[in-house]
């Protein structure tokens, strides 16, 4: 599938080749289960700490340029996370153990971040893309008393979701027939198989470098976006911003406040105009919106 055909616009993100000698240092953490995970750390004098979340193949320095400005701004401390599954070497590409192992990671990242900061601070996750899902679902889940808002940047919420183009504008390709027999098997508790891949991504392979994630498993992409998203929005407790740009390809923009305002009526919205899918990660006018958000929440 070419760009024209669907696929984002992965040019808008080449500025950050040119910032790779600037970006935080990848530094580990203890999961669970004695497992070990990255996360990119940019320090600030406040007690906020503001976790990032990456999208679908992708890792955790493309928040390199977002994370910078609300650190130097005295924002947050924010920590850009690579996913379980995802990054330079993970452990397994594409798979992870079980479905909610990803909202394990990220409450077990909060209690690294306690340690580092003697126990004191504010929390908030954020996340782009299928990363925005997953801050969604973290913060609707059993771990929603942890945090105080949640960004939902150019979030995807689900194939069944209103706003969602089929196949999210051409970026994903999912084998429907395995995805139907997987959760017949699944409601049965039926999880030996749940490691199989399911979902393609559609990146062309002029820009590979050897850290995408181009397949995931039937586990891993359970885990990336709430199970119902209104469900998530209704027993979530933080405060919600959702941020997107009107040219975004996986899109109907115009869906969003009608499919999300009846679940969580107190949700703010910014959108941005013209900003595509991933310009959006450059784009200072959502930078500045994001943090007016994070501020007026930590007054």
């Excluded at 401390?77 to 192992?101: K, S, T």
């Excluded at 979701?161 to 508790?189: D, E, H, Q, R």
């Excluded at 709430?226 to 975004?248: F, N």
Aim: aromatic share 10%; glycine share 10%.
């Amino acid at each position: 599938m070419s760009e024209s055909e669907g696929v984002f616009e992965v040019t808008e993100l080449f500025p950050l080749i040119d910032q790779i000698a600037e970006m935080a240092p990848l530094e580990p953490y203890r999961t669970r289960g004695k497992g070990e995970l990255c996360f990119r750390r940019y320090s600030s004098e406040t007690n906020v700490h503001f976790i990032l979340i990456h999208g679908s193949s992708s890792h955790s320095a493309y928040w390199h340029p977002f994370a910078k400005f609300l650190s130097e701004s005295g924002v947050a401390n924010v920590y850009a996370v690579d996913l379980r599954g995802h990054g330079p070497h993970p452990q397994r590409r594409g798979d992870i153990d079980y479905i909610n192992q990803l909202e394990d990671d990220l409450a077990d990242l909060i209690e690294h971040i306690k340690t580092i900061d003697e126990g004191t601070g504010r929390f908030l996750v954020g996340g782009h893309s299928s990363g925005g899902g997953l801050a969604l679902r973290f913060a609707g889940g059993k771990y929603r008393d942890l945090i105080e808002g949640a960004l939902l940047f150019a979030p995807y919420l689900g194939h069944k979701a209103p706003m969602v183009k089929k196949n999210a504008g051409g970026w994903a390709s999912p084998n429907i027939p395995k995805i139907a027999a997987l959760k017949i098997l699944n409601t049965f508790g039926i999880r030996f198989l749940n490691g199989i891949k399911v979902l393609k991504f559609n990146l062309p392979e002029k820009y590979h470098t050897g850290y995408e994630t181009l397949e995931y498993s039937f586990r891993l992409m359970e885990g990336m976006h709430p199970v119902k998203y209104q469900s998530s929005l209704t027993h979530s407790r933080a405060k919600v911003l959702l941020v997107v740009g009107t040219g975004d390809e996986a899109f109907q923009v115009e869906q969003f406040k009608k499919g999300i305002l009846p679940y969580k009526p107190d949700a703010e919205f910014h959108f941005v105009e013209g900003a595509k899918h991933l310009g959006l990660l450059m784009n200072a006018e959502a930078m500045d919106a994001v943090s007016n958000w994070v501020q007026k929440i930590a007054a």
